[in-house]
């Protein structure tokens, strides 16, 4: 089985910075041959779609987003990064990677464990 590992979540002021990394945990199951895609969730809200990468390199992120998050991936191709950039308390939440299948909108089968990311007004 594959397993994602995320790092760098934290707390921060509104209008500060964090950078999430999602890493496999194998080389040989990277997550540069598979479609990485960040999700959040938050108490009192449904699971939401922030940004994803396929394997070839397109990128989506849901419109709250655009212009304040940037998915990509590493130079070794062993991780994949979320900046994040002027960050609102709204952003709060846990935020999953999840890789596998196809589509950027699809919904992978593998999980990471979550790393909360708590943004103070």
């Known amino acids: 089985q594959v397993q994602l590992v995320e790092s760098g979540g934290g707390l921060v002021q509104a209008g500060g910075s964090l950078r999430l990394s999602c890493a496999a945990s194998?080389?040989?199951?990277?997550?540069?041959?598979?479609?990485i895609r960040w999700y959040r969730q938050s108490l009192g809200k449904e699971r939401e779609l922030v940004a994803a990468?396929?394997?070839?390199?397109?990128?989506k992120y849901v419109d709250s987003v655009k212009g304040r998050f940037t998915i990509s991936r590493g130079n070794a191709k062993n991780t994949v990064y979320l900046q994040m950039n002027s960050l609102q308390p709204e952003d709060t939440g846990v935020y999953y990677c999840?890789?596998?299948?196809?589509?950027?909108?699809?919904?992978?089968?593998?999980w990471g464990q979550g790393t909360q990311v708590t943004v103070s007004s």
């Open positions: 194998r080389e040989i199951d990277s997550p540069s041959i598979m479609t």
């Open positions: 999840n890789g596998g299948g196809f589509a950027l909108t699809a919904v992978g089968q593998y």
């Open positions: 990468i396929s394997s070839g390199g397109p990128t």
